[in-house]
């Protein structure tokens, strides 16, 4: 199984950025995909997943602000990441859970700054 994550970046507070995630070795439609996140000193962070039928949740601290979606065809999840704050400052990681074992992509820097 394998993770390829792309689109972090430097952005100001309140611009938006799209992260992907384009996973292999796994049957990816079946599959529930996660985005978590994480911050020094601070615990890895789930911050939205979305099941095989498309039915997403989300933390708290970025509902109304983030989207994740998915493209079977592309074997690709994506966040979409509106309205940036400071505090979403972290290495982004998508997720997924094969064979009872958490797979992980190599984490994209998402820094918001201005």
């Known amino acids: 199984v394998q993770l390829q994550a792309s689109g972090g970046g430097l952005v100001q507070p309140g611009g938006s950025l799209r992260l992907s995630c384009t996973a292999s070795?796994?049957?990816?439609?079946?599959?529930?995909m996660k985005w978590y996140r994480h911050t020094p000193g601070k615990q890895r962070e789930l911050v939205a997943a979305i099941g095989s039928g498309g039915s997403t949740n989300y933390a708290e601290s970025v509902k109304g602000r983030f989207t994740i979606s998915r493209d079977n065809a592309k074997n690709t999840v994506y966040l979409q990441m509106n309205s940036l704050k400071l505090e979403d400052t972290a290495v982004y990681f998508c997720n997924v859970n094969e064979y009872g074992r958490n797979f992980w992509g190599q984490g994209t820097l998402v820094t918001v700054s201005s």
């Open positions: 070795g796994v049957i990816f439609s079946i599959k529930t």
